[in-house]
């Protein structure tokens, strides 16, 4: 039996697939503690994992796209830099002095951190000792390389084209203001200045355990031999059972579409949610489920060949959709993937326009460019999904590259060889991201 503590940044995108883990992990036999935001607390208890709530301070704050930003790519950096303020580096000193108490409480095998949870970078480059760290990709792949554009721009890559400068320029130039923040934090807390670039940092974890597999990311020429592919982690044992009061009429469905703005930037459900239900009212051959997140905002008149509810079991729906509407969760974007489910996906805002490029890049699905789409254009899209089987055929291959893995075996396997080196080379572990 190994004690393991479980860090998730206060984002449910992030916290469900860290909880399955934790989850798992205790169905395993081992001691596990899960470290996230008070808001999260009750539903991480209830899956019967003990949770520390880490002080509010440590939280950050997702930013919803900036109002009367200018439209595209300058408006993605802006809000972008925005982000990693309010999300990487406002929490990172509370966060790190979380983690580090929960740490002094008990020793622990090894930390798990998804990949916002940046209260681990410290860690990582304090002189202390330290058990391993893994962190967990909840989001794509966002470390830079020479292969590939500069996370955040959206772009798929061009074969054959080297991306250093480009990637050098933002690093240096479009985020440098973000990148000296990082700089002065860690001096405050008497370490620094950072080794890596801000959405680097991953690489100084002894793994960083990608939640996808790589015929989803973009070919790497300079992958580091740190990142591991688990596949998708399920989250089934954490869902509710199905809305009784409609279910079963999805069994006489011809065509299920589903439609989701995920459990973020859905304040306004105008702008994806009510354009689908529009572009297929009326449509005898096709059902919509959609499901709101848990939003508050209005929604208006629903169709009569149209079902609405806040959340939905994913385990018992995705099997049954054909076409998958959304605004790019990266989680949602996985799971749907993991049944063979073609995407269509309009988002704009935190990762989701690196989502929306994958999945066009696999040919699994469409991107339509915008966070609003017209009720026109997302009936074309749902068009061209249910008459070209190459969608269908892309996300098929998918489901069969992800059934071929087990995430819970892969991440017992990394445990496996993390704890035979600590064995052998005493308690400390490489900060390079590489393997001893």
Not at 180 to 201: F, H, N, Q, S, V
Not at 250 to 264: C, E, F, P
Not at 415 to 436: Q, V, Y
């Amino acid at each position: 039996m190994a004690r393991y503590l479980v860090a998730a940044s206060p984002i449910p995108g992030h916290v469900r697939p860290m909880m399955a883990l934790a989850v798992e992990l205790r169905h395993r036999g081992h001691q596990v503690r899960f470290l996230t935001g008070a808001a999260f607390h009750e539903m991480v208890a209830a899956q019967g994992v003990p949770c520390s709530a880490h002080p509010l301070a440590a939280a950050g704050t997702p930013t919803e796209p900036l109002r009367g930003r200018p439209p595209g790519l300058l408006g993605r950096w802006r809000t972008g830099r925005s982000e990693l303020r309010s999300v990487f580096l406002d929490p990172m000193v509370a966060q790190f002095r979380a983690v580090t108490a929960e740490l002094d409480g008990t020793s622990v095998d090894a930390l798990f951190a998804d990949v916002m949870f940046t209260g681990a970078i410290p860690l990582l480059l304090a002189e202390t000792a330290r058990p391993p760290v893994l962190a967990c990709g909840v989001v794509p792949l966002m470390l830079s390389s020479a292969d590939t554009p500069p996370f955040g721009m959206g772009w798929q890559p061009q074969s054959g084209r080297d991306y250093t400068a480009m990637n050098w320029f933002v690093r240096h130039m479009l985020f440098g203001g973000n990148q000296r923040r990082l700089d002065a934090i860690l001096r405050e807390l008497g370490l620094g200045p950072a080794p890596k670039y801000l959405l680097d940092w991953p690489t100084l974890a002894d793994r960083l355990l990608q939640f996808t597999v790589p015929g989803f990311e973009y070919p790497r020429g300079d992958l580091p031999s740190s990142v591991v592919f688990t596949g998708p982690v399920p989250y089934g044992g954490s869902e509710v059972a199905p809305p009784a009061s409609w279910w079963s009429e999805l069994s006489g469905a011809k065509t299920i579409v589903h439609v989701t703005q995920g459990t973020w930037d859905n304040r306004d459900l105008d702008q994806l949610i009510r354009p689908t239900l529009t572009a297929l009212s009326g449509r005898a051959d096709i059902t919509v489920v959609a499901c709101t997140g848990g939003s508050r905002a209005p929604l208006g008149p629903v169709p009569a060949n149209a079902y609405v509810t806040d959340f939905v079991p994913y385990s018992h729906l995705l099997p049954r959709v054909d076409v998958m509407i959304t605004n790019g969760g990266y989680g949602g974007v996985q799971q749907a993937l993991r049944c063979g489910v073609p995407i269509i996906v309009a988002g704009d805002s935190a990762d989701k326009p690196e989502i929306a490029a994958r999945v066009a890049y696999t040919g699994a699905g469409i991107d339509l460019g915008t966070a609003r789409p017209r009720p026109t254009a997302v009936a074309a899209a749902v068009d061209r999904v249910l008459n070209n089987g190459e969608y269908r055929t892309a996300a098929a291959g998918l489901a069969r590259e992800m059934a071929e893995v087990s995430p819970f075996e892969v991440i017992s396997d990394v445990l496996a060889e993390l704890a035979g080196a600590r064995f052998r080379d005493g308690i400390r572990s490489s900060r390079d991201g590489e393997p001893r």
